[in-house]
């Protein structure tokens, strides 16, 4: 760094470009130094707030058109938690290592659905029997399609398709894994704007501005932004509800801005142990285990690029494939778990936590590691967790324009290792970002007008796999960007460094850079058994 520049011309310093950062400054924590226990405590339970955004809202959706009550919805919701819990700590234990949270994921909500409307489950007249006829139509689909990534993720498969991995081709793969979810942000805010619009206009003065008029206190702030504006929000969405502002509007609205309304507090047990096949046998159909493998590879995909989004604001090295190929398979084992214990849904990464990690900038698996524990206590003790599981809706789509936002740029961040004024480079980018918007669109407004995909074949097993596939934007816009930059004149010499690939080289394997082994390597001498290559 330069000293302050007088008057005196400008330096040849100034017009320099920004030097390229294998490891992303400015993380207060990194990945291996835990922060101190009280303030890693709360960050952890900070962490533990974000996610319930997620496992919540997936279960509200799905448990009432599967026949459940309340008592069911909250017994889905404590099992979703608890299994979270657990591969949130395999996979921060043996797997990548990353602070990464494995929560629910909204990837395997469109197979959930298509079992739910399959024939055989319509004429049931009893609702609970249905609901559990379905759940454990679920599970056996979710334990046949976790073999998929467990396979894929532990041969090293995975690990030979991410060596071809370029900055090029990530770009945009993580860009759209942050972006792509723009349906999640103001959208939701807007369903209760009373309540989703003050936390997204709190949130901004107390991470961004105020710790720059308040030098003191900075850290507080911007670190424990979450912990602050949601209960101020969430005092005042109740103190609206128990004054009567929603006695006369429509349900829906009442649904989305009340405080009282999820029937969570009421329908759960104090205190219950979720235990595998919980509903009863799994059971097994082709067709099925089908539509939910199509949703485990496009979850395997965006796990990619999150985890590669985690890696980078966590200031570690760049992932070695082998380790990604391993935390690829322990998500595989943490699919399994989920189709054991009948959550009605697959994990991958969360990609709300990631973005916590960049709104805090602490990196730390200690603090993800203590968030894991906060899942498995709440899950365990039902009323107090439903407490937290009531925080209407909007509060957390507010918090996701943010969080989302920040792992797309971290996508647009791997520019910064490619040419950026290079055709090839600029084709590869901008079509892969734009199909990957254009065709899920397509997919998604033709689902939403005729209810039914635009591959509408008399397999429905087929339809559902190809629609669940081009219905993921960074899927789509991933799978375009790895073919074009594998295939476009890669053995040029030029366009191998404009493509960014150059600068991973030394990642490539594991061996070759010391730090991989400092971030990366597993616990307990483990190396010796299961040697990274």
């Not at 398709?161 to 792509?180: E, K, N, Q």
Request: charged share 10%.
């Amino acid at each position: 760094g330069g000293g302050v520049g007088g008057g005196g011309g400008q330096k040849q310093d100034d017009l320099a470009p920004h030097p390229v950062k294998d490891q992303l400054p400015g993380v207060s924590y990194c990945i291996t130094s835990p922060p101190p226990w009280p303030e890693a405590i709360l960050l952890g339970f900070q962490h533990y707030l974000v996610m319930l955004g997620t496992t919540v809202i997936i279960p509200t959706a799905l448990v009432p058109q599967m026949g459940g009550n309340n008592e069911d919805k909250a017994v889905v919701i404590q099992t979703l938690l608890f299994v979270a819990g657990i591969n949130t700590l395999l996979q921060s234990f043996f797997g990548t290592r990353l602070p990464a949270v494995i929560g629910g994921s909204y990837t395997f909500v469109l197979p959930t659905i298509s079992i739910i409307l399959a024939g055989r489950y319509t004429n049931e007249p009893d609702p609970h029997t249905k609901f559990l006829k379905i759940m454990r139509g679920t599970q056996g689909a979710l334990i046949v399609a976790s073999a998929l990534q467990i396979i894929v993720g532990f041969s090293g498969l995975w690990r030979n398709v991410a060596r071809y991995l370029s900055p090029l081709s990530a770009a945009p793969l993580i860009a759209l894994v942050g972006f792509g979810l723009y349906e999640l942000g103001f959208p939701s805010v807007a369903k209760c704007v009373e309540i989703g619009l003050p936390e997204l206009i709190l949130l901004l003065p107390f991470f961004q501005y105020l710790p720059h008029t308040i030098h003191r206190m900075k850290s507080i702030f911007d670190r424990f932004a979450v912990l602050f504006t949601i209960p101020i929000v969430w005092l005042y969405a109740y103190l609206l509800t128990v004054g009567g502002a929603y006695r006369n509007v429509s349900p829906k609205t009442q649904f989305h801005c009340r405080t009282d309304r999820s029937g969570l507090i009421g329908g759960a047990p104090w205190i219950r142990v979720p235990y595998p096949f919980q509903w009863g046998a799994p059971t097994f159909d082709a067709g099925e285990a089908f539509a939910m493998m199509a949703a485990s590879f496009v979850a395997l995909v965006e796990s990619t690029g999150s985890f590669i989004a985690v890696s980078r604001f966590a200031s570690a090295t760049p992932l070695p494939p082998s380790v990604l190929s391993r935390g690829i398979g322990w998500q595989g084992v943490g699919i399994l778990l989920d189709g054991l214990f009948g959550t009605g849904n697959g994990s991958s990464v969360s990609i709300e936590n990631a973005g916590l990690l960049a709104l805090t900038r602490v990196g730390s698996r200690r603090v993800v590691q203590i968030s894991a524990g906060f899942m498995i206590f709440f899950s365990i003790l039902g009323k107090f967790g439903a407490v937290f599981a009531s925080i209407p809706a909007p509060i957390f789509a507010a918090l996701y324009c943010v969080f989302f936002a920040y792992v797309g740029s971290a996508g647009l961040g791997f520019l910064q290792f490619c040419n950026l004024n290079s055709f090839r480079t600029k084709f590869i980018l901008g079509f892969s970002v734009f199909m990957g918007f254009s065709v899920p669109q397509y997919f998604n407004e033709y689902t939403s007008v005729a209810g039914f995909g635009p591959v509408h074949t008399r397999a429905r097993w087929f339809n559902d796999m190809v629609n669940v596939l081009f219905s993921s934007k960074a899927f789509v816009g991933g799978i375009v960007a790895y073919v074009l930059d594998n295939t476009l004149h890669r053995h040029d010499g030029a366009v191998r460094k404009d493509r960014g690939y150059h600068w991973w080289d030394k990642f490539r394997s594991y061996r070759t850079d010391t730090r991989s082994e400092e971030f990366y390597s597993l616990p307990f001498n483990l190396n010796k058994f299961f040697p990274s290559v």
